[in-house]
């Protein structure tokens, strides 16, 4: 019940440490993706020794980022209009992100060892009396709110539920971020580029295997079936989110 979409996410963590943009691998993982919409494009991580640079690829209109960083190959699709529909449906998010996914795994001859998928999105406008309403659904708040009820908040559950997927059997962590925020947005005016002030709630649903389990066990068919089946637990997770804080407790 997305009133705008910021992001789909979806993560193949794995140990690529030593994987760098060399020439060879620059050309030889593009050739292996086979899409020449993706460019080039200069990444720099952080990590505890430095900054190092790292194979990333990005669309010309920058929806689209794949990259190959040192502990995690990351799929981000971005709203690149006021109400994110660009991004299209998750499902078909899921199913590119398996394909560049494992791709990428398989030129480096990596296995991954932990899965994500990731949705970010703001809930339409929605008056300030209804989001108080929702604050009230999802805090216990002490007298002093109670008198004074809070214009930020920033509510977050985490719950361990095990899932099959490709013949394997794995807890996940599953994960909802609930913030009420205040700030501004970038929009497009005709003498250029503005802001736009915004009062709205944000959600965010995770869906991730645990990262206490660094075995690289992952399999073509096991990240297949992960992410056929991720929107499938999107859609269950966040349809009973949404109906709790948009309604209440049936």
Known sequence: MYGLKIRYLASAFVDAGSVTPTGENIIGLQKALNDNKLILRSVREQTPSGPVSRIAFTTSDEEWLLAMLGNRFDLSRYGKI??????????????????KLITSLNYFERKAYRLATVQEGLLPDTPTKEMNRIANRLFKFPA????????????RAASQIERPFGGLKEPTNTIATIKRLIGTLPVAKEDGQGEQSFDRIRVDFDINTLPSNVIARFEDSHITSFFEQAPLWHEEFSSEIFSFILRGEQ
């Not at 002093?144 to 509510?155: G, S």
């Open 82 to 99: 006021p109400d994110g529909s660009n991004l299209g449906e998750f499902s078909d998010f899921c199913r590119e992100a398996a394909t």
């Open 144 to 155: 002093i709110y109670l008198k004074n009820l809070p214009f930020e908040w920033d509510w």
